[in-house]
């Protein structure tokens, strides 16, 4: 392996790292190639990226750019495409190529060397949001248009002057949800995939919009509060806290507010743990986790919530024996935790309801609580085998399941379960 090809691999350890020759032979990858690509270095031996890559249509767009490099000698600066592995993982990837090239800057016609990396978690993002700005359009406008269309019926003509006015200021209400939403979808995340700074953006939108529309402030305050208390600053009320008792305290609550479900809530909670976080936002996150769970699983279902330790991590599990995610939805879950069914399905429920939803914000606000206090979240479930397609519905209690008979049967179809992986702290008593 010559200098050149050594410092590339080197420097983009993090980085996948192929180099083909001209015939489209693999002649070297880096181990992170290999993780990424889902392959084994025994497979390569004397295989071209045609034996290796092209048995599977979703990686079109990788090969293209392979086989732009290989027989048309052209490479690319930066592209994003999908891939699918051959153990059925997608992931979204960063491509680059180039020639490689002698230290003396002549080129080395030896074959083309490509790099790329993993995005799939900052392209899920991308698309969770998009996917909330809809729902957020759609409660912003739902209600302002119901206030028009009421408006209608109080315009007579000695109305006329009032109801003129109250036109004009919703239609300036309307202009400012649409500007609000046309800044916070530009598309500029090279560099920066956090979406703190969109957020922070927004709110100096709001302050403008207040000096500039003083008649509005109350409302724009208002959205500046819910703002800030949906996507908390950096400056936090960070305590050691203990697990065990905010669990137990959270549950209780829980319970309380979604007596009106035949959902069991199970606690297992061996022994108490610590860790260094702010108790109101473990609450949110508690509370966000548990309700989604029990709004995804049917009356006689059971929700688990436990606690546990390895190592210097804390971990805490949520686990339904609810309908399950399906695959498509499953590779957007961590960009945002997007509702996989229209808006208006949930329009008429209620909180903790089967099937409910919700607004979308509170596993959204899940992504900017992990940045600010840096845990992270897992996630695995198995969609119910006999409602496997988003469309297909659970009666929403197992006792009018065709299907299945008790609730060990439905528990055996399908769940989800969410862990939860902070630092551990020491307990401050001891």
């Not at 180099?19 to 004397?46: C, M, W, Y």
């Not at 971990?315 to 996989?340: C, L, M, N, P």
Request: aromatic share 6%; proline share 3%; net charge negative.
């Amino acid at each position: 392996m010559d200098d050149t090809l050594s410092s590339v691999i080197i420097e983009s350890m993090s980085n996948g790292v192929v180099v083909l020759d001209f015939q489209g032979h693999i002649t070297h990858i880096n181990p992170a190639g290999l993780d990424l690509l889902g392959l084994k270095s025994e497979e390569i031996r004397d295989r071209t990226y045609a034996e290796l890559f092209m048995g599977e249509p979703e990686n079109d767009a990788f090969n293209d750019i392979l086989l732009s490099g290989i027989q048309d000698k052209e490479t690319r600066l930066y592209r994003e495409v999908a891939f699918r592995r051959k153990d059925g993982r997608r992931l979204d990837l960063a491509v680059t190529t180039s020639f490689l090239r002698l230290e003396s800057g002549k080129w080395k016609n030896e074959g083309i060397v490509v790099v790329f990396k993993d995005i799939t978690e900052f392209k899920a993002l991308d698309r969770a949001r998009h996917r909330v700005l809809d729902h957020l359009s759609h409660e912003l406008r739902t209600p302002l248009s119901i206030v028009l269309a009421s408006l209608r019926r109080l315009d007579t003509p000695e109305n006329q002057r009032p109801v003129e006015r109250i036109k004009r200021n919703l239609k300036r209400l309307q202009d400012i949800q649409a500007d609000v939403e046309d800044i916070i979808k530009q598309r500029d995340f090279e560099g920066d995939h956090s979406p703190r700074p969109r957020i922070e953006q927004t709110l100096d939108l709001v302050e403008l919009l207040v000096e500039e529309n003083p008649v509005h402030a109350h409302t724009l305050q208002a959205l500046k509060e819910m703002v800030k208390e949906l996507f908390p600053d950096r400056t936090t009320n960070v305590q050691t806290l203990s697990m065990g008792s905010s669990i137990e305290r959270m549950i209780a609550v829980v319970r309380e507010l979604s007596s009106h479900r035949n959902v069991r809530l199970l606690t297992d909670i061996k022994e108490d743990q610590y860790v260094l976080i702010d108790k109101e936002v473990f609450e949110k996150i508690l509370m966000s986790l548990v309700k989604n769970a029990i709004e995804n699983t049917p009356d006689g279902g059971v929700v688990l919530i436990s606690l546990g330790a390895s190592s210097d991590t804390v971990e805490v599990f949520v686990k339904d024996t609810g309908v399950g995610i399906t695959q498509e939805s499953q590779g957007q879950i961590f960009g945002g935790f997007y509702h996989a069914k229209d808006t208006d399905l949930y329009s008429t429920k209620k909180p903790f309801d089967f099937d409910a939803g919700g607004k979308g914000l509170e596993l959204l606000r899940l992504k900017i609580f992990e940045e600010v206090y840096r845990f992270s979240t897992e996630c695995e479930s198995v969609r119910c085998g006999h409602i496997p397609r988003e469309m297909d519905s659970c009666p929403g209690v197992i006792s009018k399941c065709p299907y299945v008979q008790g609730e060990e049967q439905c528990a055996q179809s399908g769940g989800t379960a969410f862990k939860l992986m902070f630092r551990g702290a020491k307990d401050p008593d001891a």
